[in-house]
């Protein structure tokens, strides 16, 4: 039972009144945020399409891709922002620096687009050592110079002890897309082919592994990087990749419903051909986790129409972050909206979105 | 004194290596984070030059501008972002959610940006009601409206109970830039006039009244307003306006003190000419502040050349959100760098940056 945290502040003089504001439904069931609205799963969702897009409503907003694609000054831009609060704050294969740089750069780049710029907004906990936030700088700083973005603007606010953790980044980054590329989960359509660009699960278990303190035999070290490089060879094979997206908070899983549902098409995946490292499948069977669910850092998912499907593959595994790409399953006109994996024995199974995370405040 | 908070988390079993990293001066006086980094004075700029600007070493950065500027695809754009972590969320005169957009289409509009997309990123502290979001993101719609800009994108992060403080909010957004225009506080000039768009310390005020409980007979009530519209109607004037800023945290002063020594010019003020309203000159004098460091949301400061000062004061008189504009002062060869401020008796004093800041959580 979560206890209600008592805002706003009853020392303000006239509180706001709430009397006209109802919770629309299904978010009347939670009166309070729980850690699951923050999961990527359906709760989010939910808190999205019944709280944020009824209160910015507008056409932009409206597409729910990973950017926003807009023209600005003749320019043909994407947008796109997040907020990272991953505990703890370096862990094997990265720090949050190295997210917040790589988290919005891969954003845009699933809309096609080439990060340009990003800002920067820090909000750090009075007490949090300067070392420790000289060393996220540091890394953003690297992480940028790798990705090939200006960090361009950027804002610092500090709170009370005890009323933050330590350090939280915001990055937002505007990138440019190329002419004639049309990017977005609408556009999978049955016959496509669905490709993921490598070994899944592996930043959602180094995580874990971490902060639970488990080690499964080999160190798991975080898959965390910019993936624009890897897009652009793949925009230079065809500009007519359909959808694209990173499978990051609720894993593959939840970022193939989602396509499935914008499309309105099924998918089908061939268990056997998803990539997953060893140590991945050990730590998720020894913990009662569907790796499929485990959050990525650094790998796409790509859907493409099926003629383009091997020269996209050639690609991918020609690039150093696409090394162990492989197609994992098609898109089908069964089964509309719905994703089903085909198992070793034959047997299917719907893959569902979860409901909350698995794994709160993993990037 | 404040105790250090244990981070990285000990549980990482590869603890980053710190030994190689030095804390520049001068901010090795202080390990840890304190409130007044956060401030937007002395702190907060020795932060900024100290540890940041040499991580993101790059030249659009180092302009230290309240946006960025930069060409893409042809474009002129303006780039900024701020996260907000007022207390309380909700405040005579607005909001959290109008804080968030009106500060970020400020910071575009100090540069002669008419703000376009906005990016969103909330940071929700578990257990916080819904109707809280729901309201704040209703606000922020609002505000979003009237100033015209479209909330293109968004994210969402919910930390763990006590370990967050509620809602906290981070805006960036894009803007165009006009032809023509190159506004930046280097230009100040001597000879040049300081205007200031109307009264001065009102939501710094505001604030402090609900959070200490404080009545100061007349309430307060923020001065939170998006100022894009105000500075079209003053670049229709000239687009040749040489400085905009407006002084948010730490306050008229600040905002001077920034201009004189990026443009190695002096400033000069008239105290009786400030615009301050009774209320807050009591407020000031029971609290022992000085309304040149209390904290504004809706207005700015201009330095213009002087043949442009009655033209783009008229213009400003006459837009709803610069009717109490006033010229407060001019820019001078004398003291370069230093902001002199001549009392009513004839005397003057050195209008310096302040440390740390007079009231924390201010925005």
Redesign the interface.
Known sequence: M????P???P??????D?SG?T?PMP?RD??????????GGQM?GE??EH??VP????P??AGLTD??V?E??????A???????V??????GG?IGDLAVNGTVNDLAMSGAQA??L?????????????????I??D??TA?ERAGV???????????????????V?T?G?G?VREGVDIRPQRAAPGDVVIVSGMIGVHGIAIMS????I?FGT?VVSDCAPLNGLVAAMLDVTTDLHVLRDPTRGGVATSLNEIAKAAGTGIDLVERQLPIPETVANACSFLGLDPLYVANEGKLLAVVAPGDADAVLAAMRAHPLGQDAAIIGECVEDHPGLVVTRTAFGATRVVDTPIGEQL??IC
Chains 1, 2 share one sequence.
Request: hydrophobic share 45%; with cysteine.
């Open positions: 979560i206890e209600p945290i805002l706003p502040d020392s303000v003089p006239d509180p706001p709430f504001w919770c978010l939670h009166p309070n945020v729980v850690m699951g609205h923050g999961g989010s808190l999205i709280l944020f209160a910015f409503a507008n932009v907003l950017s926003a807009f600005l000054g003749g320019a043909r831009l947008f796109s922002t997040d907020s990272f609060v505990r703890p704050l370096f862990f094997p720090s340009a710029y800002s920067c907004g820090f909000i750090l906990e009075e007490g949090v050592e300067l070392s420790v936030v000289g060393r700088a540091k953003l700083g940028a200006i960090v361009a603007t950027g804002d610092t606010k500090v709170v009370d002890a005890g009323h933050g953790d330590g350090v939280f915001n937002a505007v440019l971490v902060r639970e303190g080690s160190e709160p405040r």
